[in-house]
Each structure stands twice: as C-alpha cells, then as structure tokens.
C-alpha cells in the first residue's frame, strides 16, 4: 500500500508545480492538519484515492468540510483496508477550538475505548501533535502528548502519523523512526509511505 502523508505546509512540489501523473498510485491519503480545504481537495481529487484527515489547532478558522474527504477526528474509521483513530490538535497554549490539555486527550481517548474494541484495534493512529518525547519539542505549543504512548503501547498500530512540530525548527527531528515497532512519521510537508 502507498501512503501520500502530508501535514502544516502546503508542498509547492505536489501543488504549484504539479504535473498530471505526480499523483497517481496512491492508494489513501492520511491529512495531519493545519491544511486548507482546497488543498485537501486538490489532492484527493488528482490523487483519486480516498483521503482521512484530523485537524490542527490552526484549522479553528476555516469555513467549510473539504469536499470527498473524510473526517476521522474522534473517531475509527474503516479506509482502504485500515482501522484509523483519529485525535487531531495540539496541546493546549491558549485558547482554541483544537486545544486540549493532557486530561481532555485522555478522556479523548478513554471515550474511543469501545469503538477501538469494536473493530479489533487500530492498524494507524492519526494525529496534529506528537507523542511527548517523540518527534516534540520543549516549548509547549509543540510538546506532545503523553497518552498516545499508551495507546501506542496497548494497540500495537502499524504506523503513527503526526504533524504539528516543523522538521525545520529543529533539523534533529527524523521524518521516520521506529518506536516499539510501530513506524513513526512526521508528515511535516509531506511524506511517502509503503506498507
């Protein structure tokens, strides 16, 4: 399965300079947020694959649902053969739609417990912020969150994909790396995934 991730910047390389054929043979598309919807649109559409995203805690202000595209914030939705769980936002440094402290993603989490169950687990985790000490940084807009090592612990998925922390603030920060099996990407721009 080929896997377009894409998250927070807008890539002149998929968009400006597109050229027909620069998205074919993908078979989902996985949104970290902090996108526009006519980017989210633009892609699907040219992609024609099916595409699942979060939000970002910059998306408080856009006006309508990208058209086609699937909403998976709060929630397992079934895609292209994947079980993916949804948590879009951040941590929590002022006030916003897409804000949330270390409890409110917990109890996020905790009220997805039976519909996690109901599909036998997840096989992709998909959110805006990292996990706390994987792929985050210090300051707390781009801190991530404890509570996914747990459900990365409990669930086993394939692959977690996040957005959020620039790799451009810190050019230590991998774009891929391994954590207790589960391949880890930061979508940042976008990244190309084969599973």
């Known amino acids: 399965m080929r896997i377009l991730a894409v998250a927070d910047k807008e890539s002149a390389a998929l968009y400006d300079y597109y050229h027909p054929g620069k998205l074919d043979g993908f078979d989902l598309i996985l949104g970290c947020g902090d996108l526009s919807e006519g980017y989210l649109e633009f892609l699907m559409t040219l992609a024609d694959c099916p595409l699942v995203y979060v939000h970002g805690n ?14 998976a914030d709060d929630k397992v939705v079934e895609v292209a053969g994947l079980r993916i769980l949804g948590l879009g936002g951040s941590m929590k440094y002022r006030e916003g739609k897409y804000m949330y402290s270390e409890r409110r993603m917990r109890l996020r989490i905790l009220r997805r417990k039976f519909s996690i169950m109901r599909h036998g ?28 090592h747990k459900l990365l612990k409990k669930y086993k998925p394939a692959l977690f994909v996040h957005g959020h922390v620039h790799r ?28």
């Open 168 to 195: 451009e603030y810190n050019h230590n920060i991998p774009q891929r790396t391994i954590h207790n099996g589960t391949l880890v990407v930061n979508a940042f721009g976008y990244a190309v995934i084969e599973i």
């Open 58 to 71: 910059h998306d408080e202000n856009h006006k309508k649902v990208p058209l086609g595209c699937i909403c």
């Open 121 to 148: 687990g997840i096989d992709v985790l998909l959110t805006h912020a990292p996990a706390r000490g994987l792929n985050d940084l210090e300051d707390l807009p781009h801190r991530g969150f404890k509570c996914f």
